[in-house]
């Protein structure tokens, strides 16, 4: 192949590597779990007293008995020592989308000099890392540098191993000294616990007793794309943000619709199995993968499990997949839209409620018309969406995230909630005011009598809404790929605990004032459809017509981009509803805002330093270099009787006074600082930066279509995505 000296080396690299041979399969009793201390470990571990409290703790919230926390680290430390791990560390996850740990070894050395291991209930317990190294979105000063971790006894501890050993990880919280949430964990556990009371009250008012706590649960549909490094360490872009900045896309992308589901290529398939082994060690329940849309792209997806532990499976994952990739020789990137041109990357998050008395309370099982528990959870749901939606898409505002929403491959940035047909046609008859029945399913027959008939789901599927109901579940498709989930189960579990509550107060009043439940059942419900309709929408949620319905007529907000949606966190109406119910203080809520806000300024100009780097450093020498060839050449053939047409070597140059004009506009507005409010930065980023940076690779992406390809510096789209 041609190629400039870096690229060929990298194919030559890729062409002659050693495949990786696949482990021997080990039997999955054998791998679940096994580096997990969970409840049945504790229960051979730990005095059968203490094991129930713990147990207690852990499936019924009861307060944590800190009086027993020496004899689980006792056990917890033994076991761990019998695993190889000589360090433990307290896991939070800060506000940075990333997960932080620091080791501290059992080791402790004796009075006369010999050791022991050592790991105290205190220990377990209560961590005190530097807070100040943190974002804190102004909490504390840099001075003021005492944080805390508290152990979250309803998450297991696990063994995290590694080529160099195994570290004892114990999921934890992570606050301030003045008490403040500094990481995503405190928030998710608070917004459950504001779910569970306000469901408890609804619940006791449908005539239930025995009541169980309710808990979210999160089934997180994990997508990534696989590059070989040998590409991924010349490509700076790719290697500093994540995403390319420059590339023109290949002959052949996705429009064949040959990749999704299609055969997993052999060196990914020993990937993802040396993947879901880690996984299953680790008790994180893997159940699917396969070819994503685009080239190169896949997908992950765990079975659902409770909201918190979800969360911390999630990040896990995430970090198996980067780190088994780099044993593979590849890179595994967890961008929303590392490549243009072809679809990107998303996290769908499928979340639903439930308790083990009365089950999962979003199915609506055979007759939804009659099951006016699920109606009021379902109606719940509808009611906070259409009251929250622009904080739903400030969960998921980031840099990254602004190319993929709205782009006809992902829902748009407009909130909105699909049914389907049943449901929509029994939403409707509540709106009338009488329920009479449910749409049926129907039978799916083939026509072939050796193919069995099935019942069919009693709704399509709407790939283009952000908030969709799944059958038994809302999945809100909006998630970026590389984000936390934590974000959206804190606003999505805050916006129900709301809205049951104002479910049971409107209940209570209806009750009081001598109205049948029934009939108060169905009145609520006709207020929910009736004020809050507007936001449930089944058609096409990419169309411009929707678009313009949507803010025109039904008032919904159409937050394009994070610089759009981030200030909707400094809204009166949501840091009430924040405060109300204890998930975040107006400190804490304020906090976030200025956290997000500066990481979003931080990776638009990180990108645009990138861009002005390799336009000065790369793409420029090749294109003069280019020039100067072939105006060598033409002059030669012209001395010698052959006369050529020039056209190319005017646009060529052309395109090379254009790039550097645009790129010395770019490098200009980094250099602007003096804005009077941070909302001014942000839409300065997301408005100007970023349509210089898109100028920028408007002239780039045509030169790499133009120039000799031996002269061209960094991999392209068909070398990183079809050459595996």
Request: charged share 20%; hydrophobic share 40%; net charge negative.
């Amino acid at each position: 192949m041609t190629g400039n000296l870096v690229r060929v080396q990298a194919v030559q690299n890729i062409t002659n590597r050693k495949p990786m041979p696949p482990k021997a399969p080990e039997p999955l009793s054998s791998l679940w779990s096994s580096d997990v201390f969970t409840l049945s470990k504790m229960k051979e571990s730990l005095p059968k007293e203490v094991f129930k409290s713990v147990k207690k703790t852990i499936e019924a919230g009861a307060e944590l008995d800190v009086s027993i926390a020496d004899v689980v680290a006792l056990a917890m430390k033994d076991w761990a020592l019998s695993k190889g791990a000589l360090y433990y560390a307290h896991v939070f996850y800060p506000l940075t989308n990333a997960t932080a740990e620091k080791h501290d070894g059992f080791i402790s050395v004796q009075s006369d000099g010999s050791t022991i291991s050592e790991f105290s209930g205190k220990v377990l317990v209560q961590g005190e890392p530097d807070g100040s190294s943190f974002p804190n979105g102004g909490i504390r000063s840099t001075f003021e540098a005492r944080g805390y971790t508290a152990w979250d006894v309803t998450s297991p501890a696990y063994i995290m191993t590694t080529d160099n050993g195994a570290t004892l990880c114990i999921p934890t919280v992570f606050i301030s000294w003045t008490g403040e949430a500094l990481d995503k964990k405190t928030p998710l556990l608070r917004s459950n616990a504001a779910m569970n009371k306000a469901a408890k009250r609804v619940l006791s008012l449908l005539g239930h007793t025995d009541i169980a706590p309710v808990n979210s649960s999160c089934g997180a549909e994990q997508e990534y794309f696989l590059v070989d490094a040998n590409f991924v360490n010349n490509r700076p872009d790719l290697l500093l943000a994540g995403r390319t900045l420059f590339g023109t896309p290949a002959a052949k992308g996705q429009q064949f619709d040959d990749h999704y589901f299609g055969a997993i290529p052999e060196r990914v398939q020993v990937f993802m199995q040396d993947v879901e082994e880690q996984l299953y060690r680790l008790g994180i329940p893997a159940k699917t993968r396969h070819n994503e849309v685009a080239p190169g792209q896949f997908e992950i997806a765990p079975f659902f499990e409770s909201a918190n532990v979800a969360t911390d499976h999630q990040q896990l994952l995430m970090t198996v997949l980067k780190n088994t990739a780099k044993k593979h020789g590849l890179v595994c990137l967890l961008h929303e839209k590392p490549f243009k041109g072809i679809n990107g990357s998303g996290k769908h998050v499928n979340w639903s409620v439930g308790n083990a008395t009365q089950g999962n309370l979003l199915d609506p099982g055979h007759t939804p018309h009659s099951n006016t528990q699920f109606l009021l959870f379902c109606g719940a749901v509808i009611r906070g969406v259409h009251k929250y939606g622009p904080l739903l898409r400030a969960a998921v505002a980031t840099a990254s995230n602004d190319h993929r929403l709205g782009a006809n491959e992902a829902p748009p940035a407009i909130m909105s909630v699909y049914l389907g047909t049943q449901l929509d046609n029994v939403f409707e008859q509540i709106s009338n005011g009488k329920i009479t029945g449910s749409l049926n399913a129907g039978q799916m027959n083939l026509g072939i009598t050796t193919l069995p008939v099935f019942s069919k789901d009693a709704g399509d599927r709407n790939r283009t809404s952000p908030f969709a109901f799944t059958g038994n579940r809302f999945e809100f498709r909006a998630v970026g790929s590389g984000q936390s989930v934590a974000g959206p189960l804190v606003t999505m579990n805050t916006i129900l605990a709301d809205s049951l509550g104002w479910v049971a107060d409107t209940l209570e009043s209806k009750l009081a004032a001598g109205t049948e439940l029934d009939t108060a059942i169905l009145e609520t419900l006709k207020i929910i459809i009736d004020e809050h309709g507007a936001v449930v929408f089944g058609g096409n949620g990419y169309s411009a017509e929707w678009h313009k319905k949507a803010v025109e007529e039904r008032g919904l907000l159409n937050l394009k981009t994070a610089a759009d949606a981030l200030p909707i966190l400094k809204e009166p109406y949501i840091e009430a509803l924040f405060d109300k119910l204890g998930v975040l203080s107006p400190v804490e809520l304020a906090s976030r805002f200025e956290i997000y806000a500066e990481q979003y300024i931080l990776a638009i100009e990180v990108e645009a330093k990138l861009v002005v780097s390799m336009t000065k450093t790369g793409i420029y020498p090749a294109a003069v270099k280019y020039l100067s060839d072939l105006s060598t050449t033409l002059t030669s053939l012209k001395s010698n009787g052959v006369e050529l047409d020039n056209a190319s070597l005017v646009q060529i140059s052309s395109l090379v006074s254009s790039l550097t004009d645009s790129s010395a506009k770019l490098s200009a507005v980094l250099k602007q600082h003096d804005f009077a409010t941070i909302e001014e930065h942000l839409q300065f980023c997301a408005q100007t930066i970023r349509r210089l940076m898109d100028e920028v690779r408007v002239y780039a992406d045509a030169l790499e279509s133009e120039i000799s390809d031996e002269l061209w510096p960094f991999p392209t789209y068909q070398e990183m995505l079809f050459i595996k």
